[in-house]
């Protein structure tokens, strides 16, 4: 995949590589819509989620500090642009002002968890991070009093589209005879917004940078006697990557319109981990194809388990949602007997390294 | 010179040209110490004291090593040899005494900080980066010697690129160096353990030390390969690093270290050149037992 687009290798080839994934990705939304428009809708989640474990894989698969609470990162980008763009405080600033702020609000947070977590490592790590994340949830469930900061559990409704003067991604509008839904709008930007941190991760990974996150993932005491100041690259990629989460968190509150507590509960940081063990940590491929493929085969699930379980037996005996974790546990200790290392480890890089 | 050492190395012509080009690059940075007239002491440790509880892990160690020279560190297994290296390496902080390299003070410097003042090391137990590949280890040694930042590595402008290629280059000459070229794209916990040695040096050179700080190098290697180490110290030496040399192996002490220092329950007990110290009644007490007298104050 990677040979693909090695542009120093084969340039031909890799251009023609780009421009077919760029037809395949503008044509998608359309393909999708004449299955359902809720396929665009899972796409655009599934592009959300792409993004978050890109920034996960920041901390986790670079640094490798083990962070089971980064979806608090996402609740606090997503708040940012609620609170900001809603009726709740009649604020209603553009989005290209608050998804910055989301980005700096949420790193902030970041180096807040960092601060204090410099010493811990592994197990002990998660921990604290878990706690985080859940403290996170719990003041936004709580600041409803004694000054109605977040709404509490109901949440925060009517959160603004984007809009780009009079151009709203919510809407359903005709250009150029082709029929763009909010969703599919909403797709390209995504898309969009995913080849850019696509970018970032790749230069950052190649980078003085990105090998010193590498080097304390491997060996912490041997980074600093090379001279690596850890306290400062450990806080850099705990910002870094909440600052991704921040953005990602902006963008869903845009999508979704509504925002809850309850979309920040543990069960998605551990989603998220999922994604980034399950592709391969470390390995920007890898992690984006955990994503896609922790996001799509559930829906895929969701709508064959109850028709094949109908045809075979006439009646539905297990419910989808069960399945569903029943397979993706199975699929976790599968994957942790046989390719430990996630499905496309990141040793590849190693092999194209070689074949230069 | 971390601008200079790479641009040097500008030919990309394998082991003769970069080999060359390094030895010019030293030899002129060595010239420039000597045009400077330093002290002849680069590392003077004075009265240092390292406790663990109630064990006295370093007592009033104290010894000067010199600009140039191969300095030995030796005794018996838990004399205190390596407990020296970690609190001169800032991974320990002292109880008491003090370190002065290069004529500044290293109290409360944290390893990093230690680095960058021109301290590299090796581990007695191989601590590579074991899933890089050999050559990104080296090139994480570049680190403390160049610049570029997140946005930097983000933007990738004409500054990042070359410093990144020059970092590539100097890795590549000093993988060469020390004789693991052949393998730079190996993972380095797929090396052999004599090359794992070799790599790990590379990666302290990489940080273009001043002092030069190998604990136990030819650990674990055979004869051939300990030869290969002795002639690979001497190069350093004649390239203008001093190196400190922590060993078990007597034969390379005694063959290439120019003073050494005898430790035994973390006293000094000897301090001389190789000969001396290898007649001396108390050296001898403390490898073999024997009823020699352990009168120790007199010994410092």
Known sequence: ?????????????????????????????????????????????????????????????????????????????????????????????????????????????????????????????????LGFGEIIRIFLNNLSQPVNLTNGPQGITLIDPFRIGSFNFATRETIGGLDFTGPVKYYYLLVLLVIVIIGINLRLQNSRIGRAWEAIREDEVAARAMGINTRNMKLLAFAMG???????????????????????????????????????????????????????????????????????????LIEPEVIRMLLFGLALVLMMLYRPAGILPSALRKRELEAK | MSAAGPSQGANDSPSGGSAAAELANEAASVGAHQRASPPLALLTAKGINKRFGGVHALSDVSFTINHGEIYGLIGPNGAGKTSLFNVLTGIYSADGGEFTFDGLPLAGLKPNDVAKRGIARTFQNIRLFANLSALE??????????????????????????????????????????????????LAKHLA????????????????????????????MNATETASLRSLLGNIRRDGTTILLIEHDMKLVMSVCDRVLVLDYG????????????????????????????????AA
Not at chain 1, 28 to 49: D, E, K, Y
Not at chain 1, 277 to 306: C, D, H, K, Q, W
Request: aromatic share 8%.
């Open chain 2, 193 to 220: 353990y004599g090359d794992q040695r070799r790599l790990e040096i590379a990666r302290a050179l990489a940080t273009e030390p001043k002092l030069l700080a190998l604990d136990e190098p030819a650990a674990g």
């Open chain 2, 267 to 298: 006293k000094r007990i000897a301090e001389g050149t190789a000969a001396d110290v290898q007649k001396d009644p108390k050296v001898i007490a403390a490898y073999l037992g024997g009823n020699v007298t352990l009168d120790l104050e007199g």
């Open chain 1, 242 to 316: 909440a600052s991704f989460g921040g953005v990602s968190g902006g963008v869903f509150a845009a999508t979704q319109g509504f925002i809850s507590p309850e979309s920040f509960v543990l069960v998605e940081s551990i989603m998220v981990l999922s994604m980034v063990v399950l592709g391969g940590m470390g390995n920007v491929f890898g992690v984006i194809l955990g994503a896609l493929l922790l996001s799509f085969v559930p829906e895929v699930l969701r709508y064959t388990v109850e028709p094949v379980q109908r045809a075979l037996f006439g009646r539905m």
């Open chain 2, 137 to 186: 280890n080296v090139m994480i040694g570049r680190h403390v010697r160049t610049h570029a930042n997140v946005l930097g590595a983000i933007l990738r402008d004409a500054k990042t690129l070359d410093e990144e290629r020059a970092i590539e280059r100097r890795a590549h000459e000093l993988i060469e160096y020390v004789g693991v070229a052949k393998r730079a794209n190996t």
């Open chain 1, 1 to 129: 995949m990677q040979g693909l687009f090695d542009r120093r290798k084969n340039p031909l080839g890799a251009w023609i590589g780009i421009a077919l994934v760029a037809v395949a990705l503008a044509v998608l939304p359309f393909a999708l819509s004449g299955i359902g428009t809720a396929w665009v809708r899972i796409t655009n989640l599934a592009i959300l989620f792409v993004l978050l474990s890109l920034g996960l894989n920041i901390v986790v698969g670079f640094a490798g500090l083990l962070d089971l609470g980064y979806i608090a990162f996402y609740a606090v980008g997503a708040y940012v642009y609620a609170l900001l763009a809603s009726p709740h405080f009649n604020l209603h600033l553009p989005f290209w002002i608050i998804l910055p702020l989301g980005a700096a609000v949420a790193c902030l947070f970041g180096v807040l968890l960092g601060a204090p977590t410099l010493k811990l490592r592994g197990d002990y790590l998660a921990i604290v991070t």
